[in-house]
T-cell receptor, first 113, second 113 residues
């Protein structure tokens, strides 16, 4: 059974710091991995999606990496800003055509001015 | 574009009452999903629909029914609400080609007294 874990559950950093959020999964037979952002009381917004054949994806100050063999993904946020404060979730899509995602419980990030 | 639209945003029910959560997407996606999000549990898949006319159970289907009315709409019904169904419910749809990104609605917060 695929399990997805995100550590730490919460993180507080000063503005301007570079930071890394971690996501680990138990079954390396994945189709892709997706990182989401969730603001309090809101839905999920897709940030980056990495296909199983890719090693990383970048969007602006965000960089996500994928290492299937070790069952790990990281989300790197450069020069963090207070507006980055949110909960970040990773989700793994299994191989096959159902498209079902298994979510981690998220890391809640606070960036202090 | 509206993306994924959920109604209602908030609902309070008494135990035993029934209700339907509505979801519609305007992106011409085949696949649609219903998740619930609970503190400490992350997002869990209730039901999904790979195409119009088909539905399948996810991780936590008990107490729920779904209808894929047409390609745009996917509704979730609680026939006899229980306090354990107090949660935030998210509908999502997935693009069928390309990056297969999952797009979420804003959520429906349900309280069962």
């Amino acid at each position: 059974k695929q399990e997805v874990t995100q550590i730490p559950a919460a993180l507080s950093v000063p503005e301007g710091e570079n930071l890394v959020l971690n996501c680990s999964f138990t079954d390396s037979a994945i189709y892709n991995l997706q990182w989401f952002r969730q603001d309090p009381g809101k839905g999920l917004t897709s940030l980056l999606l990495i296909q199983s054949s890719q090693r990383e994806q970048t969007s602006g100050r965000l960089n996500a990496s994928l290492d299937k063999s070790s069952g790990r993904s990281t989300l790197y946020i450069a020069a963090s800003q207070p507006g980055d404060s949110a909960t970040y979730l990773c989700a793994v899509r299994r191989t096959g055509n159902t498209g079902k995602l298994i979510f981690g419980q998220g890391t809640t990030l606070q960036v202090k001015p | 574009n509206a993306g994924v639209t959920q109604t209602p945003k908030f609902q309070v029910l008494k135990t035993g009452q029934s209700m339907t959560l509505q979801c519609a997407q305007d992106m011409n996606h085949n696949s649609m999903y219903w998740y619930r999000q609970d503190p400490g549990m992350g997002l869990r898949l209730i039901y999904y629909s790979a195409s119009e006319g088909t539905t399948d159970k996810g991780e936590v289907p008990n107490g729920y029914n779904v209808s894929r009315l047409n390609k745009r709409e996917f509704s979730l019904r609680l026939e006899s609400a229980a306090p354990s169904q107090t949660s935030v419910y998210f509908c999502a749809s997935r693009e069928d080609s390309g990056a297969n990104v999952l797009t979420f609605g804003a959520g429906s917060r349900l309280t069962v007294l």
